[in-house]
């Protein structure tokens, strides 16, 4: 601290006629008591007007970055427990001359590899994954409704027909996973087939 | 003063450590707004936040979480990279010897396994959890378009990653997937030579996909990943409350 090396500036305040005293001179306090001076007093709606907006804001250290660092240790908690007790699935090698009896893709594909049972490859592998990367790019540019409405209730439309498609693809997903037996054949788990067709 | 806080004195006096953290631990609002500004990894985000946007019930972390399993991925794929050479002969040898053999081997597969997984699920959480917030209106348009880069450049990153152990699994799910995608009218043939590297999947296939998966898309998720960051600083903020 370089400031404390040199002495306090010492000031003498005079002493103004009592009579005579404006506010300022009320204010005046010597510069040991307070390291800083009055510079002016500006009543309210004077000149300006400082409209001061509610602060609707916090710091983000330590309020968002106490909770940024929680969900982190918490999943990497979680991924340690589940690399521990869980293995990742391994089979034998691979083999282009042997088909194993169920055969799946990683089960993000699964939606469309169940599109793959009713329609045309073309339309399964091609024109719905174009068409839904493509539309869901295209979202923000097809939905010009009110832009400050962001309640569901505002915007039915959008978020009903959103959900429709999330719970179809869900839906795909899910018969794709669970209900896909040998030769992608429609199987019920455990009853007429030996377990789950799937792996992760 | 015991001994322990005499260490601790005299290593934040010494001149590396002033050196390396120029403030004091931050306690007050100008220390702790300094403490964000003038860290590289901090300041990605701004010094003060909506209130509503530390709110866990308001985005449950999904985006955030992508991006650690992001780092996670990264960090576990470098260990594993080390263990593993790209050839039909060699890769299914070296899972097995990576899971058996190699310090921590398992382990590290193991989460690189599963945190690639989670991330699919989270970036597409992330994605509906923007939706319904209405998060995508302007002006945040634009980085809506790039989170749906991001989500193609995971499912990609995931689907590279999937033929890499070479096991029936990966192969068969590899030769799956391609078939799906190999019916593009336009360039049928050619998309398909192009991504398999053959008419079947082979190690051409898996030098292609170690590739894309190790340099090309990484680096591409990165690039759009400090777009996507920089759009949420740059358009406001993030999104407004319910």
Same mark, same amino acid.
């Given at each position: ?62 309020? =968002?970055?106490?909770? #940024?660092? $929680? *969900? ?8 340690? %427990?589940?690399?521990? @007790? !869980? ?22 594909? =699964?939606?469309?590899? #169940?599109? $793959? *049972? ?8 091609? %024109?719905?994954?174009? @068409? !839904? ?68 | ?242």
């Amino acid at each position: 601290m370089a400031d404390t090396s040199t002495p306090p500036e010492r000031r003498v305040v005079l002493p103004v006629d009592p009579t005579r005293r404006t506010e300022i001179d009320k204010q005046r306090v010597p510069m040991s008591a307070r390291p800083y001076r009055l510079l002016a007093l500006v009543k309210q709606d004077a000149v300006v007007r400082v409209q001061k907006e509610p602060d609707d804001t916090v710091m983000t250290w330590p309020h =968002l970055l106490s909770i #940024e660092f $929680l *969900a982190a240790a918490m999943m990497s908690i979680f991924l340690l %427990l589940l690399g521990l @007790f !869980v293995n990742a699935p391994l089979e034998e090698l691979a083999n282009g001359n042997v088909t194993p009896a169920v055969a799946k893709a990683p089960w993000y594909f =699964l939606g469309l590899q #169940e599109l $793959l *049972a009713y329609f045309h490859p073309t339309v399964a592998g091609v %024109l719905v994954p174009t @068409f !839904v990367l493509v539309g869901a790019a295209v979202i923000p540019y097809v939905d010009r409704g009110n832009p400050t409405a962001t309640r569901p209730s505002e915007r039915k439309t959008a978020v009903v027909l959103f959900t429709l498609f999330c719970i179809l693809g869900l839906v795909l997903t899910f018969v794709g996973i669970f209900f896909r037996g040998p030769g992608y054949g429609f199987a019920i788990p455990y009853v007429n087939t030996p377990g789950l067709h799937f792996a992760l | 003063m015991s001994f322990l806080e005499r260490v601790d004195q005299t290593i934040r006096r010494s001149a590396v450590w002033r050196s390396l953290f120029r403030q004091p631990y931050p306690n007050d609002e100008r220390s702790r707004a300094y403490a964000v500004m003038n860290n590289v990894f901090l300041h990605i985000h701004p010094v003060r936040v909506r209130q509503h946007a530390v709110k866990f019930a308001y985005t449950f972390c999904l985006g955030g979480l992508s991006f650690f399993l992001f780092l996670v991925l990264t960090v576990t794929g470098v260990y594993l990279m080390f263990y593993y050479v790209p050839s039909a002969t060699q890769a299914y040898s070296n899972i097995l010897a990576i899971q058996s053999e190699v310090t921590f081997g398992l382990l590290t597969r193991n989460i690189h396994r599963w945190g690639a997984h989670l991330m699919v699920f989270f970036v597409f959480l992330h994605m509906m959890r923007v939706f319904y917030h209405g998060a995508y209106k302007p002006p945040r348009e634009f980085n809506w378009v790039v989170g749906v880069v991001l989500l193609f450049l995971t499912i990609m990153l995931s689907f590279t990653g999937y033929l890499l152990p070479w096991d029936q699994i990966a192969y068969w799910a590899i030769t799956i997937g391609t078939n799906m995608g190999g019916y593009a009218p336009l360039f049928n043939t050619p998309a398909k030579l192009i991504l398999l590297g053959g008419i079947e999947v082979g190690q051409n296939t898996l030098l292609r996909f170690y590739v894309l998966h190790i340099m090309v898309f990484p680096l591409l998720a990165a690039i759009f990943l400090a777009v996507h960051f920089w759009r949420i600083r740059k358009d406001g903020g993030i999104s407004g409350p319910l």
